[in-house]
Structure formats: structure tokens, C-alpha cells
């Protein structure tokens, strides 16, 4: 009976493995593992390089010079540092892979626990992402359409920011239903080479303008409460700029491992590449941004430009290009979770109708979200501080504390000591100034305008 037992329950371990096997060759994240290290550069220049960079000059306008270099260069330094510890972390002993943030979080905390802690978090940052990019590809569209008409002699008709955010949204209704992470690498391309091309094209046109007329750098609230407040939410925008941890695990996930070359490797020479590429785009943006405009800095860089009027329509095209690619790098680790959850724990049957259905209702969701809720500057303050500073800033380091177990009062234990308190004093500060910043622009907002 002993021998019938032990065979049963191997036999039911083997169908248990083999069911989960098929489910990852079905789900988008681990259906193809054949990626180059050049995807990983390009995967998370753009995750990195999004909406974000747009709001730095007037981010630096509410901190000031030298706070608000510190924070941009503290900022590229620290998420540097726990990027490359989730790439190190994705593999913690031979034959095991970490294939999404979750699963490092239940390595780290237990399957419960880790979930817990994890979960909600990314999905937070996943989705707050996605809305503002709907936003941000809306204005965008918005900003391309008006200044093509004021320089032509054609006559176009009015038409609203929502309306544009709706026609942005439907395109995501066919780019969504791509069936892996690899499938959206094209895209992921074409957008990491616009990220690059309007933040260029956004700094040179800035220089080329020249001076604002009697520029002042003082902080843009005129009372000292106002000024703190600004400051937070600064801290949000800054925080927001950086958020492709959330995201790497799925990254290194599509690059194939051996015990020869393991995925660290590609996946590392890809993310140094992709630093280089961000620290070029985001301080001449945000200097030069803040230098020639100061504090009457528009909260997405491209609005303060006016002319050429050719050179800012394309700009504001190579934006819309870029969060199609985003949205979807985004979207697609938040597919993943939600149709593994649904497989796995509502017993649906992996098929091309539940795709449809999650994945068209999300699309939905957050062009809704974003028609409804069009604030640029503070969505990326309060997103920035609240879900993306534990997930970017601190929550590796405190993951790394327990895997790694270094040496108390090592020099390592007390960097990722270091960084957990700035994360956790960013996660608090941030979303305050941030909320404040979204409830003085509602005030005056009018839905659906």
C-alpha cells in the first residue's frame, strides 16, 4: 500500500508540474524565452523612459536647482543598484527561476505573504501607468492635431482631450490581444527609439529657444506651505520617472539561462545600456527644461514648446509612438498575473475568448480612467510616490536583506539600510503633495472636456 501511495502521489506531482509547464507555455510572459540582450535594453528604455521624462523640468521648478539635481542623480544611482539586484535575485539557486516580481516576493516572505506584500503594489504601479500613459498619448494626440492645424491653412474641427484619449485607447484594443511579451518587441523598438528621439528633440528645441523673457527660478507656490507641499509631490514626479523594476523580472524572464551563461549576464548588458541611454535623456531635459523656462515650466515639457511648429508636432507623434510601445510592456506582466489568476485559482480554461475578454475590458478600463482623471503632473507625483517607490526604491533591498542575509553592519547591509529609509520617507512625502496638487486642479476641471 506504502509503494501504491508513493507512486500515486508522484504521479500526481508529475501532473501538478506538467499542468503548470503548459500554463507557462500559454501565458504571455514565459511563452517564449528566446530573447537577445539587446531586448532587455531596449524593454526597459521603454519602461523607463515614459511620460515621466516630460515632467522633469517642472519637477525641478518646484524643487530647485540643487535639490532637484540631487534628486534626479541620487535617483539614477539608487534604482541602478536595485535593478541590478532583482537581476540577481531572479536566479537564487540552479534550476530555479523567478520569473515574475510575485514569485520573488514568495521566495522572499512566503507563498502568502509574499503575495500580499507584492501584488497590490505592482498592480497599482502596472495600472497607474497605463492611465497616465493614456493621458499622456491623448494630450499628446491632442497637442500633434492643433499644432498641424495652426500651421496649416486648413480649418479642423474642435476637438476635446477625452476625444483623443479615446482614439488613443482603441488602438491598444488590437495591440493588447498580442500573445507574448516577445510578440511586442517591435514595438517595444520603435518605442525605445522615439523615447530617445522627442526627449532629444525636447531638450535641443528648449536650447534653441532661448531664455524665457525675465525667467525666475524662485518655487512656483507663493506661500512656504505650498512650497512643501510642491516639494513632496516633486519627489513623486522625480520617483515616477524610474519605474522599469517593475517590470524587469518579466524582462529577464524572455531571456533563455544555461548554468554556462546564465540570464544575468545578457540581461545586465542590456539594463547598462539602457542607464546609459535614460542619464542622457533625463538631465539635459529636466536642466535645460527648468534653465530656459524656470518656474513657468508647463508639467509636460513639449506643451511650454511652441515653435518650430513642424519639430513639436513630431515630437508630440514620436510620444504618442512611444506609449503605444509602454503601455504595453506594462500591460503585458499585468496580463500575465490576471490570466494566470484566473486559470489558477477560478479554474477558466486557458482560451483565446478569456484573452479577449481580460484583456479588452482592461484596455477599456483605463481609457476610462483616463478620460475621467486627465491630471498629468499630479498622477505622476502620487503614482510616483505611493506605488513606486516601495516597488523601485526599497522593496528589493529589503528582499535582498532576506535572501542574501548580508553581515549586519556591513558596508552592504548598510546601503540597502540606506535605501529602505529614503524609499519608505519618498513613499510617504510624495503621494501628500501630490494629492493636494490633483485637488487644487480638479477644482476648476470639467469631466469629459
Excluded at 138 to 153: E, I, M, N, P, Q
Excluded at 198 to 220: E, F, L, N
Excluded at 255 to 279: D, L
Excluded at 285 to 300: K, L, Q, T
Aim: some cysteine; aromatic content about 14%.
Amino acid at each position: 500500500m506504502e509503494g501504491g501511495d508513493r507512486e500515486t502521489t508522484a504521479a500526481a506531482g508529475a501532473a501538478k508540474k506538467d499542468a503548470k509547464a503548459d500554463l507557462n507555455n500559454w501565458l504571455p510572459v514565459t511563452a517564449s524565452r528566446n530573447a537577445k540582450w539587446y531586448y532587455s535594453a531596449f524593454h526597459n528604455v521603454t519602461a523607463m523612459v515614459g511620460a515621466g521624462v516630460l515632467g522633469l523640468p517642472y519637477a525641478m521648478a518646484e524643487l530647485g536647482w540643487g535639490p532637484g539635481v540631487a534628486a534626479l542623480l541620487i535617483s539614477w544611482v539608487m534604482t541602478l543598484y536595485t535593478l541590478w539586484q532583482m537581476v540577481e535575485m531572479h536566479e537564487p539557486e540552479e534550476g530555479k527561476r523567478l520569473d515574475r516580481y510575485h514569485e520573488l516576493g514568495q521566495y522572499a516572505f512566503g507563498e502568502k505573504l509574499g503575495l500580499y506584500i507584492v501584488v497590490p503594489q505592482q498592480l497599482m504601479v502596472q495600472i497607474g501607468v497605463n492611465i497616465v500613459y493614456m493621458v499622456t498619448g491623448g494630450t499628446s494626440l491632442k497637442k500633434f492635431h492643433d499644432t498641424v492645424c495652426s500651421a496649416s491653412s486648413a480649418s479642423c474641427p474642435p476637438m476635446t482631450r477625452t476625444h483623443f484619449i479615446i482614439i488613443f485607447g482603441s488602438v491598444h484594443l488590437f495591440l493588447s490581444h498580442l500573445p507574448s511579451f516577445n510578440s511586442v518587441t517591435v514595438i517595444s523598438l520603435a518605442a525605445a527609439v522615439m523615447s530617445f528621439s522627442y526627449s532629444t528633440i525636447a531638450w535641443v528645441a528648449t536650447a534653441q529657444r532661448g531664455m524665457m523673457p525675465d525667467v525666475q527660478y524662485t518655487p512656483r507656490a507663493s506661500t512656504s506651505v505650498g512650497r512643501v507641499f510642491q516639494f513632496f509631490s516633486a519627489l513623486g514626479d522625480v520617483a515616477f520617472a524610474y519605474a522599469g523594476h517593475n517590470v524587469v523580472l518579466e524582462i529577464q524572464a524572455t531571456i533563455p539561462s544555461t548554468p554556462e551563461m546564465p540570464s544575468k549576464k545578457p540581461m545586465m548588458k542590456g539594463v547598462w545600456v539602457a542607464y546609459a541611454i535614460v542619464f542622457l535623456c533625463y538631465f539635459p531635459v529636466a536642466i535645460i527644461g527648468f534653465w530656459m523656462f524656470g518656474n513657468s515650466v508647463e508639467d509636460n515639457i513639449l506643451v511650454s514648446l511652441q515653435k518650430p511648429a513642424w519639430l513639436i508636432a513630431a515630437a508630440n507623434m514620436f510620444v504618442v509612438i512611444h506609449v503605444l510601445g509602454s503601455y504595453q510592456v506594462f500591460a503585458m506582466p499585468l496580463f500575465d498575473t490576471l490570466e494566470g489568476w484566473l486559470v489558477k485559482s477560478r479554474n477558466f480554461k486557458p482560451t483565446r475568448l478569456l484573452r479577449i475578454t481580460t484583456r479588452t475590458s482592461y484596455v477599456v478600463l483605463t481609457a476610462f480612467l483616463g478620460c475621467t482623471f486627465p491630471f498629468f503632473g499630479g498622477l505622476l507625483g502620487f503614482f510616483g510616490g505611493f506605488a513606486f517607490a516601495p516597488t523601485t526604491y526599497f522593496l528589493p533591498c529589503i528582499m535582498w536583506l532576506k535572501i542574501k542575509k548580508p553581515k549586519v553592519l556591513s558596508l552592504t547591509w548598510f546601503i540597502n539600510v540606506i535605501c529602505i529609509i529614503i524609499g519608505v520617507a519618498l513613499m510617504v512625502l510624495a503621494p501628500i503633495g501630490a494629492l493636494r496638487q490633483i485637488i487644487l486642479q480638479a477644482k476648476d476641471y470639467k469631466f469629459y472636456s
